[in-house]
Each structure stands twice: as C-alpha cells, then as structure tokens.
C-alpha cells in the first residue's frame, strides 16, 4: 500500500484530533478496502435513516471522481474505439474511472417486496446473500451499534466470508464485537455520532482513490 495512502488517516486526526482513538481500526479499515479492490472485490453499504444517507453518500464519492482525476486508461479507449467508435471520444472525456460499490439502501422495489413478502429487518441481509462475495467488504452504520437490519446484513456477510466494518458511536453495542473493524467514534448523541461518522468516510473514500487513482 502506498505511504501516501495511509497519510490519509494522519491527515484525518490532525483536523479532528477527537478521532485519534480510532486510528488503529482506521488504518485497518484502509487495508481492508484496499485488499478488496485490488483483489476485483467491491464494497457494500448500509444503514438507516441518517445513515442510510451516508450510505449512498460512500457509494456516490467511489463509483466517480471525488478528490483526484481519474481518466480512462488507454485499453479501455481502445475497447471503446472498437465497440462504438463514433461516440468513444465522448465516452472517454466524460466518464471517470470508478471503485465498485453499492448501496443496499437503493434496491426500493426489492426491499420494500421482501419486507412485506418475508421480513422487513433481513431486507439488506437478502441483499448480501445475493451480492456479496468473499472478495467483497460491508461497511454497516449504525449510530447505536444495535440496529437489527445492520446487524442481520452484517452476520451474513460474515457467514460468506466478506470482512464487514461497522462505523459505530461511543457506546458498548452489538456491532462492536460482531465486525471484523469497528470505528467507533468517541460520541454517544446521535447527531454527534453522524457529524464525526462524514470525514470518516470521506477519509476511507480518500483513501481508496489515492491507491488506485494517484498517479
């Protein structure tokens, strides 16, 4: 891994000193989404309310650029040249390289079918049961380490064989001993939790694109 990538987390906890608590579960967590992406995995999310929001957010700042360019390499303009050769300028200037990542909080249809067809707190779990792969890893939030939905989606990633990562607040939860990583910011106030939990994942999101996109 690149020096400059784990520089990420330092560079975290000289803005938000608070977090220094957290730097070994953080530069963990840096390895832990490098290792998947470089081993073709991709990364899933979840969470509720607030936090299905940061969710989508993590998926939003890997699937495109976000701090760095990230321009289509010459194979890919060739392939493109090749498939569709009139629009392959257009495609290559307009599209960003992406980190693969998915939100189970965006499947509406599937998830409001399962609960109301089987059961609404093993929705995400139905998801990680038919996308996740050992290469893959969770990131779970939950701002009190118990939500059930969370930790349903987080025992069966664990059952096959993706490293999960919980982004949990202050207090003694489930999470904290059901992840393989548990970041657990030093608040205990939801809304404390939730401002702490953003530059976290903008740090991971960081990070994760200084190793595959700095050039």
């Given at each position: 891994m690149k020096e400059s990538t784990l520089e990420k987390v330092n560079a975290l906890i000289n803005r938000y000193p608070v977090l220094s608590v957290c730097q070994a579960s953080l530069n963990e967590a840096v390895k832990a989404i490098c290792d998947a992406y470089r081993s073709g995995g991709?990364?899933?999310?979840?969470?509720?309310?607030?936090?299905?929001?940061?969710?989508?957010?993590?998926?939003?700042?890997?699937?495109?650029?976000f701090i760095l360019k990230r321009p289509i390499d010459d194979e890919l303009y060739r392939q493109m040249k090749s498939v569709c050769p009139d629009e392959a300028d257009y495609l290559r200037d307009n599209l960003q390289g992406a980190l693969p990542a998915v939100s189970l909080m965006n499947a509406v249809a599937l998830n409001s079918a399962f609960a109301n067809d089987q059961a609404p707190d093993l929705a995400m779990a139905q998801q990680v049961l038919?996308?996740?792969?050992?290469?893959?890893?969770?990131?779970?939030?939950?701002?009190?380490?118990?939500?059930?939905?969370?930790?349903?989606?987080?025992?069966?990633?664990?059952?096959?064989?993706?490293?999960?990562?919980?982004?949990?607040?202050?207090?003694?939860?489930?999470?904290?001993?059901?992840?393989?990583?548990?970041?657990?910011?030093?608040?205990?106030?939801?809304?404390?939790?939730q401002e702490l939990h953003l530059p976290v994942y903008h740090m991971l999101c960081m990070a994760a694109e200084n190793e595959f996109f700095d050039k």
């Open positions: 991709k990364l899933l999310t979840c969470g509720n309310g607030g936090s299905a929001s940061d969710a989508e957010h993590i998926v939003g700042e890997l699937m495109k650029g038919g996308l996740g792969k050992k290469e893959d890893v969770l990131i779970g939030i939950s701002t009190s380490g118990n939500s059930a939905n969370v930790i349903y989606a987080v025992q069966m990633a664990r059952v096959k064989g993706l490293k999960t990562i919980g982004l949990l607040g202050g207090r003694e939860c489930r999470l904290k001993a059901l992840c393989d990583i548990s970041i657990c910011v030093p608040e205990i106030e939801t809304y404390k939790i």
